[in-house]
């Protein structure tokens, strides 16, 4: 299915696209477990879809986002949690933060701190202003990412496509949120409401030096695939329908260069 317009806009604004079919994303799984058939049949589908795509390897075998390839558990939070954030104390508190979180759900890989709604919107204020303006600004920012490192947690930030009616960065959003995600050391980028990440944003992790993990929120159905090492299995997409019985296999997962 297209998109109603470009992914990104003549002024650098990303743009959204028309939800997919879950057909389009999914590989329904066998209708009987014993049945060679139906693996058979992926395996053929997954050797096509790599064909189509010309698909490209390096990022899945780049030593720097090889902690990608065994994330499994990402907690997503809003920097202004009570477990993670002390208002009495004005400190972050990640020790807090993962105690009470990996006693209710064991181990945790990555985290996805989210600085922007509700807030965005109520001044002039963008996306990355509101991540320079957190507590502490950047260089406590920085302290809060390499507390997490030493638990061995990676740490990801948010980029949001819509965030196109605030005060207008000087910058590229590629280049701005690069240069902060640099600074203060953190680990990679979760596109909200994206099933594609513009290859822009891997150009300017490569240039910078630091290079960033990519995670949409959708299934990917693009040549992204190639440099998005992370990713959802976001059903949010179809709320109103009920997923089946026996589990699919996600068509960007089963064709990504790491399975």
């Known amino acids: ?9 003549p002024n ?6 028309i939800p997919p079919s879950p057909s389009e994303v ?8 014993s049945d060679p058939s139906w693996l058979a049949g992926f395996e053929a589908w997954r050797k096509e879809r790599r064909t189509q795509l010309r698909l490209d390897d390096s990022d899945y075998t780049n030593a ?7 994330t ?12 993670l954030y002390d208002p009495e104390s004005r400190r972050y508190t990640p020790e807090k933060f993962l105690a009470e979180t990996e006693r209710r759900l064991g181990p945790i890989d990555a985290v996805l701190l ?6 965005i919107g109520v001044d002039d204020r963008n996306q990355f202003d509101l991540l320079r303006d957190l507590p502490g600004g950047l260089p406590a920012l920085k302290k809060l ?13 948010p980029i949001l496509a819509w965030d196109s009616g605030t005060r207008e960065e000087s910058s590229p959003p590629w280049l701005a949120l690069t240069q902060l995600l640099k600074e ?16 822009d944003f891997r150009a300017a992790s490569i240039t910078a030096g630091h290079r960033l993990a990519f995670e949409p929120q959708f299934e990917i159905r693009d040549e992204s695939l190639a440099w998005s090492t992370l990713g959802w299995n976001d059903w949010v997409t179809w709320e109103d329908v009920a997923y089946p019985f026996t589990p699919m296999v996600s068509k960007p997962a089963g064709s990504n260069p790491a399975t």
């Open 1 to 9: 299915m297209e998109a109603r317009h470009a992914l990104v806009a």
């Open 184 to 199: 203060i050391g953190a680990d990679g980028v979760n596109f909200d409401t994206l099933e594609s990440v513009p290859a």
């Open 12 to 17: 650098g604004t990303m743009t959204l696209t």
């Open 26 to 33: 999914f590989f329904a799984g066998p209708a009987d477990p």
């Open 114 to 119: 989210w600085h922007v709604y509700p807030n």
């Open 145 to 157: 990412v390499d507390d997490f490192h030493r638990h061995n947690v990676k740490v990801l930030f």
């Open 72 to 83: 499994f558990s990402q907690v997503q939070l809003l920097v202004w949690d009570r477990s």
């Open 64 to 70: 720097d986002l090889a902690w990608t390839q065994r």
